[in-house]
């Protein structure tokens, strides 16, 4: 166990790009497995974890996350810092990832900063049998499967638009489903030293599947934070 790096270069090579396709998650959880406290992740945020967060956004092509999540935590435009941009235009990058969401309701805000101040226009990822939306107006809304979202479909779709390296943030609902469907390659688990206690749920839920074995590529520590980063055998 060693410290968390201090500096964007030595952040950046614990969590580096990879040369093939990668689903990465990152989440947050107590030491008790808490995911939230009063229903949004804020509660569990310690020192170190704004850095891993962004520097996990600076190295993606594209970022997933839930309609739910989207609502809940109140998800403004996705934008790297402006270090982050540099670096990603120094390597020949898109500035600014590409923003994923999923939702089978189709139940998103146009005026929702995610959506109304996006650099890029977002993807919705939704199913054949999803209503109505005005969301169309600010997001490419792509249906794949019948009466739910086909999640393999959509990594193919974003693996042939070039985005090859993908971070999930949730939630529970989402990592689970994917989990169910095998696509997860990393985790990266921040774990607050805190006992939260409550209804909170864990960091995933869904339908039963088979564990799935991973590999610990890290441990690091800051102020009593642990940041844990986790991988899937290369041959799977």
């Known amino acids: 166990m060693t410290g ?11 969590y580096p790009r990879s040369d093939r396709p990668v689903l990465r998650v990152n989440f947050i959880a107590s030491a008790d497995g ?12 310690g020192p170190g974890d704004k850095e891993v967060f962004d520097t996990l956004r600076t190295v993606c092509d594209a970022l997933i996350v839930a309609a739910g999540t989207v609502r809940a935590e109140g998800y403004d435009a996705l934008r790297p810092t402006a270090a982050g941009r540099a670096w990603r235009l120094a390597r020949g990058l898109p500035e600014f990832p590409l923003m994923v969401i999923v939702s089978g309701s189709l139940d998103l805000d146009p005026e929702q900063l995610v959506f109304a ?11 054949r ?10 997001a490419e809304v792509i249906a794949l ?7 393999a479909a959509g990594v193919r779709l974003l ?6 390296q993908l971070l999930c943030e949730g939630g529970p609902s989402l990592l689970g489903a994917m989990i169910a469907a095998d ?7 921040t774990v607050a030293p805190l006992l939260a206690g409550g209804p909170a749920g864990r960091i995933a839920h869904g339908p039963p599947t088979p564990p799935r074995r991973m590999s610990l590529c890290h ?18």
């Open 117 to 127: 101040d996006a650099p890029i226009r977002p993807i919705v990822l939704t199913h």
């Open 145 to 151: 499967g019948e009466d739910e979202v086909d999640l």
């Open 129 to 138: 049998s999803a209503p109505a939306s005005p969301i169309h107006e600010v």
């Open 159 to 164: 693996h042939g638009r070039g985005a090859t």
């Open 34 to 45: 808490a995911v939230s406290v009063d229903g949004l992740s804020a509660g569990l945020q």
């Open 183 to 189: 696509l997860i390659d990393e985790l990266c688990l």
């Open 219 to 236: 441990v690091l520590t800051r102020a009593d934070m642990l940041f844990l980063r986790y991988a899937r055998n290369q041959h799977r």
């Open 4 to 14: 968390l790096p201090s500096g964007a270069d030595g952040l950046i090579a614990r």
